[in-house]
Antibody, heavy 120, light 109 residues
Framework: QVQLQQSGPGLVKPSQTLSLTCAIS??????????WNWIRQSPSRGLEWLGR?????????DYALSVKSRITINGDTSKNQFSLHLNSVTPEDTAVYYC??????????WGQGTLVTVSS | QTVVTQEPSLTVSPGGTVTLTCASS?????????PNWFQQKPGQAPRTLIY???KKNSWTPARFSGSLLGGKAALTLSGVQPEDEAEYYC?????????FGGGTKLTVL
C-alpha cells in the first residue's frame, strides 16, 4: 500500500518561497511507471494541478502554465520523497496543498493535505 | 488557457440515477484525455472513483460508472445513496499537463 506523508510550514510570508515535502512509502520516487504530483485547492480556484516530476532514465517535469515561472518540483531518491517549491508567493497562493501519485493514469494515492497560508 | 467545465450543481433523489459531465474547451473529450473522476467530502482529500475513462479502483462502489458521452466524459451514479452527496471533480490530460474541472456539487434529496 502506497502512503504519502506531507510536511512543511503552514505559514509563509508574501514574496517568500513555499516549500513542501512528500515522503513516499510503498513505492519509489524513481519508479518508471509513476509520476509524482502537486495539487492545491482553494475556495477561489478550486482544485488546481500544479505540476509533476517523474523518472524515465532521467528526471522530467511538467508544470501548469499558471505557475510555470515560479514552481520547481524535485525528486530525491536518497530520501524517497519529492518536494514542491513555489517562489514569490502572494495571498492568492493560500490553499490546501496535496501531493499525489499518478500511475497508469490513476491518481490512486494522495497525501493528507497541508493548509498553507500566505500572510505577513 | 484550457478550461474544463462541469455542471456546478445537480440534485438527485435517493435511488435515482444521475449523470455528471466533463467538457473540454478544446473540443470533444476522448479516451486520450484519460478522464479521472474524484469524489470529495468536506474536510477530506479527493478520492479517485474512476480513471482512464471507465476503470474503477478497488473501493469504487459498483453504482459508479464512467464513460464518454456526446463528446464529454461522464460519470453516472445508478441507485444513488445518501452518502453519495459530495463534490465531484473531473481531471483531464492535455499532452503533459492535467486540468481539473470546476466540480459538481451533488445533492441527494
Amino acid at each position: 500500500q502506497v502512503q504519502l506523508q506531507q510536511s512543511g510550514p503552514g505559514l509563509v510570508k508574501p514574496s517568500q518561497t513555499l516549500s513542501l515535502t512528500c515522503a513516499i512509502s510503498g513505492d519509489s520516487v524513481s519508479s518508471n511507471s509513476a509520476a509524482w504530483n502537486w495539487i492545491r485547492q482553494s475556495p477561489s480556484r478550486g482544485l488546481e494541478w500544479l505540476g509533476r516530476t517523474y523518472y524515465r532514465s532521467k528526471w522530467y517535469n511538467d508544470y501548469a502554465l499558471s505557475v510555470k515561472s515560479r514552481i520547481t518540483i524535485n525528486g530525491d531518491t536518497s530520501k524517497n520523497q519529492f518536494s514542491l517549491h513555489l517562489n514569490s508567493v502572494t495571498p492568492e497562493d493560500t490553499a490546501v496543498y496535496y501531493c499525489a501519485r499518478d500511475a497508469n493514469w490513476n491518481y490512486e494515492f494522495w497525501g493528507q493535505g497541508t493548509l498553507v497560508t500566505v500572510s505577513s | 488557457q484550457t478550461v474544463v467545465t462541469q455542471e456546478p450543481s445537480l440534485t438527485v433523489s435517493p435511488g435515482g440515477t444521475v449523470t455528471l459531465t466533463c467538457a473540454s474547451s478544446t473540443g470533444a473529450v476522448t479516451s486520450g484525455y484519460y478522464p479521472n473522476w474524484f469524489q470529495q467530502k468536506p474536510g477530506q482529500a479527493p478520492r479517485t472513483l474512476i480513471y482512464s475513462t471507465s476503470k474503477k479502483n478497488s473501493w469504487t462502489p459498483a453504482r459508479f460508472s464512467g464513460s464518454l458521452l456526446g463528446g464529454k466524459a461522464a460519470l453516472t451514479l445508478s441507485g444513488v445513496q445518501p452518502e453519495d452527496e459530495a463534490e465531484y471533480y473531473c481531471l483531464l490530460y492535455y499532452r503533459s499537463v492535467w486540468v481539473f474541472g470546476g466540480g459538481t456539487k451533488l445533492t441527494v434529496l
